[in-house]
């Protein structure tokens, strides 16, 4: 009997909670979000008018009020039924017309893009590893060649995550493991060093947090300190370890565990199952 693969090991960072995507209109964004995916909106959290928080298993997107700019890659996100995920996404596309939506089946998932152009891709959560009916497991980041290995090695040296890098149709590809069945992807792709400026970010918790903290600052690679709310701070600039050469430009939300979000339940429509303590 062939042995069951282990899954890599997790690091530094031990979840990924949230993408945030800016969005100029929260009509259309409801029906693909929560009509569409099956994201449930938070009861308790931005129930305002300028940003809406979208439940998702143990994950959340963000999507607050502003000029919506290219993602630059790919979101994935595993549903319960996908056939029913193909269905919803169909009843909403008349109400979408016009705008930057799109979803077709391929390769056993749904490559679809929200109003705005953002490319999401849909997978049978039944087919991936993990238990959750609903999660994001894992983000796509387009880069330009030759930065792969570089990437893989500031994630090791730099935020002690676990990386690897392997080949991929043609190109390279770095695995970083964020969380217990949670990656970031970096694919090497021609002309993603031309890409345009977005406004996008992800949000992880970290438990060397102050240690990270005080590496990324003696790198000058902090953009938003640590202030009033200690338990987070920002930093965008994936760099060389030894020149500092830019390689990849992606705005993380630093969380620490005492961040009071950390490991706050989630309602959702679809039944999640949490620890029991």
């Known amino acids: 009997m062939a042995a069951t693969p282990r899954p890599p090991e997790v690091g530094n960072f031990i ?19 929560v009509l569409g995916l099956g994201c449930t909106r938070d009861p308790y959290r931005m129930v305002g008018v300028r940003n809406i928080w979208l439940n998702f298993g143990h994950q959340q997107f963000h999507l607050p009020l502003g000029p919506a700019t290219p993602f630059p890659g790919e979101v994935s996100v ?35 893009r929200d109003p705005w152009g953002h490319a999401l891709r849909v997978h049978d959560a039944r087919k991936l590893p993990g238990r959750l009916p609903q999660s994001i497991p894992h983000v796509t980041f387009h880069v330009p060649p030759g930065t792969a290995e570089g990437i893989a090695r500031f994630y090791r040296e730099v935020l002690a995550c676990p990386a690897e890098t392997a080949g991929r ?7 970083v493991t ?34 990270t903290y005080e590496t990324l600052r003696q790198r000058d690679l902090i953009m938003e300190p640590v202030g009033v709310a200690i338990e987070q701070f920002r930093f965008s600039d994936i760099v060389d370890v030894d020149s500092g050469t830019l390689l ?9 565990l005492y961040h009071p979000d950390f490991r706050k339940p989630l309602v959702n429509r679809t039944p999640v199952p949490y620890p029991v303590d």
């Open 169 to 175: 149709k043609g190109s390279r590809e770095t695995t």
């Open 178 to 211: 964020v969380g217990p069945h949670q990656s970031f992807r970096y694919v090497e792709r021609k002309g993603a060093e031309t890409a345009p400026a977005h406004n996008n970010h992800v949000a992880v918790y970290l438990t060397r947090y102050w240690e």
């Open 15 to 33: 979840h990924f909670e949230h993408v945030n995507l800016r969005v100029d209109d929260h009509r259309p964004a409801t029906l693909f979000f």
């Open 248 to 256: 990849y430009r992606i705005e993380h939300e630093m969380r620490s």
């Open 78 to 112: 595993a549903v319960p039924d996908l056939e029913r995920a193909r269905h919803d996404l169909k009843e909403i596309a008349p109400q979408l017309k016009g705008t930057g939506f799109d979803c077709r089946q391929e390769n056993g998932t749904l490559a679809t």
